[in-house]
């Protein structure tokens, strides 16, 4: 039997992008980003149906523009960054739906990994300057921290919770396609 050739596909971080939002005291949002990621993607459809897709973070990267916030987000009351400084993902399955793509797979934080589904919209493809192939992807999904082990909490005095438990996901990518 005929093996049918993947193409591999590179995160391209120049155009590429990695938001999170979170609720602070139930009535604002904090949104934060992770600087430094990188990630993969393998398929032997024009499609990227059934796409395998490798994606990881680097926790010390975290960024909410606020350095006291930053530090305690990589403490181990949350990312515990130095002990576990890699957010993995790693794609089950990338089906069409409609217009766009349901993405499935397996999310690790810290030393916990449970299945997540995350939404997927295809921006297209196009050439850049340079003569190199890229496709654009918007994905976006909802986890609850707490899944993954970042327990910490705080109440007010007044009763407020310091930090909500449902995390709100956001990534941009642009994948470089790589030719063999």
Do not use: C
């Amino acid at each position: 039997m005929e093996s049918i050739a993947k193409t591999k596909w590179i995160v391209d971080p120049t155009h590429s992008e990695v938001h999170f939002k979170v609720k602070h005291l139930v009535i604002s949002t904090v949104t934060g980003t992770f600087k430094v990621f990188s990630g993969s993607l393998e398929t032997e459809n024009d499609d990227f149906t059934d796409a395998q897709i490798k994606f990881s973070l680097d926790a010390n990267s975290v960024d909410t523009n606020q350095t006291q916030r930053d530090e305690h987000l990589k403490s181990a009351d949350f990312f515990d960054a130095e002990k576990f400084p890699e957010i993995k993902f790693q794609s089950s399955s990338f089906e069409k739906d409609g217009d766009d793509y349901k993405l499935l797979g397996n999310l690790t934080i810290k030393d916990v990994t449970k299945p997540v589904k995350l939404d997927v919209e295809f921006g297209g493809s196009a050439t850049d300057f340079y003569g190199n192939l890229k496709a654009g992807f918007e994905v976006s999904g909802k986890i609850n921290r707490k899944d993954y082990g970042l327990v910490w909490s705080g109440v007010t005095e007044a009763g407020a919770i310091v930090v909500g438990e449902d995390i709100k996901i956001n990534v941009n990518l642009q994948f470089a396609r790589q030719d063999s």
